[in-house]
């Protein structure tokens, strides 16, 4: 085609194609588990039953009972685990490459996390159980909360919250509690435009009218903005610190000065606090409410939607509201024991069934232990020196719309390739899959042009972050020199472009041969 490619981007698609050859092929085959069945195939093989025996029918009422067999497969063992490896094999997850995803903050997952959660003494209790017999799980969660309080500097934590957003509800429910235990009722809640969607979306379940605060030209929050929308009807303003292009709210102190002559409380969006540990805390620059996601800056694995963890810290003032039940450790000359506390009048009430994503919150604790405080500090320190170094590698064939250094996370933008050579922050995403990366986090935050959001984490050697530096430089080649080959991508995998409106309103999950 007498197309232009710079050496070293033929290496690196070289490289990537001789690994995926196999793998590709094996997608273009894969059937799906139910054109593998065969009827009277079996995965088991049961010993005899030494109790008595009852129909169905006895025991269910007909109303339960089918009409007809469950469609189910029917595949011996050995084909189950194949099918399910070679899916294994052609999903893209940490253990493979790193995720570039800005804000999602996808660092490697420690085994040993996961050797701890399949503790017996974990794995296998039952959330009813008598609280006597969990005595060394309330003890795990009790400790896990105190050092999530020094951690961020609060004066204490609830673990219930199942997610980022879910802890975001939280600690907006605990806000409104307060507003109402003050006798106000106040009916707005400021929002950074910057903010991830979450936050406006759990105020407006709460209840709020949704403000919205401008970022100033340097990408952080706007003072004079803030100032005009304080009024006596703000119950909070909700802030992420660092925001979500990196930088972080130097003008913090005065902003909390602000938010609190205003009687509004102050709200931190947790998502980004794998910048912070160990340099700061949010208690000590005058948050009042605070959600952590274990499952981002504690490791526990959240590809494919779950499950997380979204733990909020409190002040001292919103510690009567907190959700229940609530762990108290109970001194006696016999030593120490846990129980579970229900006895808070003034509660909010349960956020979830039982105590949290239990097995989330064993991984967060064994990762604090093995890590302690100086080595949680390092995270953070090396997560920085990651995105700076990765930002000093690209910021001159990308668009850089805010001032470095950043923190953990950076944000480019590719209004330079669409207006020059008609290529999309899209085309770009797409182009990296040929080159066997997971795309960044692309077109947020929304108040960066074409945004290309793109966080390393700590886990990431240099030279990990190399080659991830050299494919997007070799597309910033591409789009200059032979944009038709990254509007047309991705070429090197088994399902091409889709057209993507289409493939949100009509599911297709059948493979094709």
């Not at 010993?47 to 009972?65: R, T, Y």
């Not at 509004?264 to 409410?289: E, H, K």
């Not at 929304?446 to 430089?473: N, W």
């Amino acid at each position: 085609m007498g197309l232009s490619i710079s050496p070293q981007c033929s290496i690196l698609l070289f490289n990537y194609a001789i690994q995926t050859t196999s793998r590709r092929s094996a997608i273009m085959i894969e059937k799906l588990i139910f054109d593998l069945s065969r009827d009277g195939r079996k995965g088991y093989s049961l010993s005899g039953n030494d109790i008595p025996e009852l129909s169905v029918e006895a025991v269910l009422p007909d109303k339960f009972l089918r009409t007809k067999p469950a469609d189910l497969p029917e595949v011996p063992e050995s084909e189950v685990v194949r099918h399910f490896i070679r899916l294994s094999n052609m999903n893209y997850h940490v253990d493979k490459n790193m995720y570039p995803l800005g804000s999602c903050t996808m660092k490697y997952n420690p085994k040993v996390n996961d050797a701890a959660c399949d503790l017996a003494g974990f794995s296998e209790l039952h959330p009813l159980q008598p609280e006597e017999t969990v005595q060394g799980a309330l003890q795990m969660m009790y400790e896990l909360s105190g050092m999530l309080a020094e951690i961020a500097g609060m004066a204490a934590v609830t673990l219930q919250p199942a997610a980022g957003a879910h802890g975001e509800l939280t600690g907006i429910l605990l806000i409104k509690k307060y507003h109402e235990a003050r006798g106000s009722k106040r009916s707005k809640l400021l929002v950074v435009d910057s903010a991830h969607g979450t936050n406006p979306a759990s105020a407006a379940i709460a209840g709020y009218e949704i403000i919205s605060v401008s970022s100033n030209a340097d990408g952080r929050t706007d003072l004079g903005d803030l100032k005009a929308k304080l009024d006596g009807e703000v119950a909070a303003l909700m802030l992420t610190n660092p925001n979500t292009i990196g930088l972080f709210e130097k003008d913090i102190l005065t902003i909390a000065q602000m938010v609190h002559e205003n009687g509004s409380l102050l709200y931190m969006d947790g998502a980004n606090m794998n910048a912070l540990l160990g340099i700061t805390r949010p208690g000590d620059m005058g948050f009042d409410v605070v959600h952590y996601n274990l499952h981002k800056s504690f490791s526990a694995p959240h590809g494919g939607g779950g499950p997380g963890s979204g733990p909020v810290g409190v002040c001292e003032k919103l510690i009567p509201y907190m959700p229940v039940p609530v762990i108290d450790r109970i001194e006696t000359p016999e030593g120490s024991s846990y129980r579970l506390n229900t006895n808070h009048p003034e509660s909010i009430g349960r956020m979830m069934n039982f105590y949290g994503n239990f097995a989330v919150l064993i991984r967060a604790y064994t990762y604090i232990r093995m890590l302690g405080g100086a080595g949680l500090r390092r995270v953070s320190e090396n997560a920085i020196i990651n995105a700076n170094y990765l930002l000093a590698r690209l910021d001159s064939r990308y668009d850089l719309p805010y001032p470095k250094p950043v923190l953990h996370e950076f944000c480019l933008s590719g209004d330079r390739q669409k207006k020059a050579h008609g290529v999309k922050t899209l085309d770009i995403a797409k182009r990296l899959l040929d080159y066997g990366y997971h795309a960044p986090t692309i077109y947020f935050p929304l108040i960066v042009c074409e945004a290309l959001m793109i966080e390393p984490t700590e886990t990431e050697t240099r030279e990990t972050l190399d080659l991830f530096a050299e494919a997007l430089l070799c597309i910033a080649d591409e789009a200059e020199n032979s944009p038709e080959l990254i509007l047309s991508a991705p070429v090197n995998t088994p399902v091409k472009r889709l057209d993507e409106a289409q493939a949100s309103r009509q599911l297709n999950i059948c493979c094709q041969g």
